[in-house]
C-alpha cells in the first residue's frame, strides 16, 4: 500500500501539484470582534449619536462622523438646563481614533464662513488627508420640523479648518443644477484628476463631480449613465424591469484602476461606471428585499475595498440583512459574508457605512445601534 501511494505521488503531474497548491480566492478571512475597541469611556461624558460616517486615514488612525442631533433627551441628560443627571453631553459630530481606540481630536458644528449640515452623512479622506463630509436632510411630504435643508459638502483640513464648500443650506434646484446639491450622501476624490465624485442621492438623483480644490463643476449623470431626472419613480417592486434612474444614491467608491462603484442602495443594486461615467454594468444584492419609505433601506449602502494593491475584493453593508458581504471585485459575485441584528457585541443594528485598514480589520459605523465597532481576523 505504501508503495501505491508513493507511485501515485510521483505520477502526479506539476499541474495537479499546482493545483494542489494554489490558494482558494473564494476563501475570504473569518472576523470576530474587538469587544475592547474603542477605548472606554468616552472622553468628557460624550455619548455617541446616530453613526454617520467611518474612514481610516493613511496612519491607520480612524476617523467617524456622527449625529449628535439624534441623541434622545435621557442619552444627553447631562447637557439639560439644569443637568437632569452626571451623563452624558453629545460628542462633536468628527471624532479622530487611533489604531488602539484612544480619541486624539474631535471637532465640527456650526460655524463661522459655512453651512453645517442638519444631518450629517458620510465621511470621506482624501489622498493628501482632507476630510469630506456631507449632508443628507432633504424636503419631503411629512417632514417633521422645519430644520434647514442640506445641499452642501464641506472640505476640512484634519484639525478642522474648512477649505471648501460645495453648495449651500437651502432647498434643492433639480438634478440638473449645477451649483446646489440635494442630500449628498458620500464623496470620492480621484487624485489622478483632483477631482471629488459626490453621491447627491438623498434629494438628487446622480453623481456630480467637481474639481477638489475650486470645486468648479465638471459632469454629472444618473443611472446607466444617462442624463439625471426628477422623475417620482413607483415603489421598488422587485419583479419589475431594472429601474431607468437612482432611486437613492448612498455610497461612491473609486478603486486605483479608475472605476467608479455607485451604491444604489434602494434598488437594491450597485452600478459601475468609468471615470468619464460611462456605464459599464451593474450587480443586484438580494434584490428580493423590500425598500423604501415605510419599508427600509436596501442592501448597498456602503462599500469599502480590500487593502492589497489591485483590491480585488470589496465590502458592501447589508443593513436589511445585518450583514457584511465579501464582494469578488471583478464579476460583482458574493464570496462570503458575516453579521447578524442584534445589540451586543459582534452583532450589527442598522449597519450604515464600514471602513478596512491596512491590515484587514473591518470598522463598522451603526446608526440605529448608534456605536463604531472593530472585528479582527481571527483565521
Known amino acids: 500500500m505504501v508503495l501505491l501511494v508513493l507511485v501515485a505521488c510521483l505520477a502526479a503531474s506539476p499541474a495537479d501539484s499546482a493545483a494542489a ?16 475597541w474603542p477605548r472606554l469611556p468616552l472622553p468628557n461624558e460624550w455619548a455617541l449619536g446616530q453613526l454617520a460616517g467611518v474612514a481610516v486615514d493613511a496612519e491607520d488612525n480612524i476617523w467617524i462622523l456622527q449625529r449628535p442631533g439624534t441623541l434622545y ?49 458620510g465621511l470621506y479622506i482624501d489622498h493628501e488627508g482632507n476630510i469630506w463630509i456631507g449632508g443628507s436632510r432633504t424636503d419631503y411630504p411629512g417632514r417633521p420640523d422645519d430644520a434647514p435643508i442640506d445641499g452642501m459638502v464641506l472640505k476640512f483640513t484634519p484639525d478642522g479648518e474648512l477649505l471648501l464648500q460645495i453648495g449651500g443650506a437651502g432647498p434643492s434646484k433639480g438634478s440638473l443644477d449645477k451649483t446646489q446639491l440635494g442630500g449628498a450622501a458620500d464623496v470620492a476624490v480621484y487624485p489622478p484628476t483632483n477631482e471629488v465624485f459626490i453621491a447627491d442621492g438623498y434629494g438628487h438623483n446622480r453623481v456630480i463631480v467637481f474639481d477638489a480644490d475650486t470645486g468648479e463643476y465638471k459632469r454629472m ?40 462603484y455607485v451604491c444604489d442602495r434602494d434598488n ?10 460611462k456605464f459599464l454594468t451593474e450587480w443586484f444584492y438580494r434584490k428580493d428585499t423590500l425598500t423604501g419609505r415605510g419599508r427600509g433601506p436596501g442592501t448597498t449602502l456602503d462599500l469599502a475595498f480590500s487593502p492589497d494593491s489591485e483590491q480585488r ?67
Open 73 to 121: 433627551p435621557w442619552e444627553k441628560a447631562a447637557a439639560a438646563k439644569p443637568p437632569v443627571a452626571n451623563c452624558c453631553v453629545p460628542a462633536p459630530p468628527v471624532i479622530q481614533f487611533d489604531p488602539s481606540g484612544k480619541v486624539l481630536q474631535a471637532w465640527g458644528g456650526p460655524g463661522d464662513g459655512y453651512d453645517w449640515p442638519t444631518t450629517e452623512h
Open 221 to 260: 449623470w444618473g443611472a446607466y449613465g444617462k442624463p439625471p431626472t426628477d422623475e417620482q419613480l413607483s415603489p421598488y417592486d422587485p419583479a419589475a424591469a431594472p429601474p431607468q434612474q437612482f432611486r437613492t444614491v448612498h455610497c461612491i467608491g473609486i478603486s486605483t484602476d479608475g472605476i467608479v
Open 313 to 379: 475584493t470589496m465590502l458592501v453593508a447589508d443593513a436589511p440583512n445585518s450583514e457584511v458581504l465579501f464582494v469578488r471585485r471583478a464579476d460583482g459575485e458574493v464570496i462570503g459574508s458575516f453579521g447578524h441584528f442584534g445589540n451586543y457585541a459582534g452583532q450589527l443594528n442598522r449597519l450604515h457605512q464600514l471602513a478596512i485598514d491596512s491590515n484587514g480589520n473591518i470598522y463598522t459605523a451603526e446608526a440605529t445601534g448608534k456605536r463604531i465597532q472593530k472585528f479582527v481576523i481571527r483565521r
Open 21 to 36: 497548491d494554489a490558494p482558494d480566492l473564494t476563501d475570504v478571512p473569518r472576523y470576530e470582534v474587538d469587544p475592547f
Open 268 to 277: 437594491n443594486r450597485i452600478q459601475v461606471f468609468d471615470i468619464d461615467g
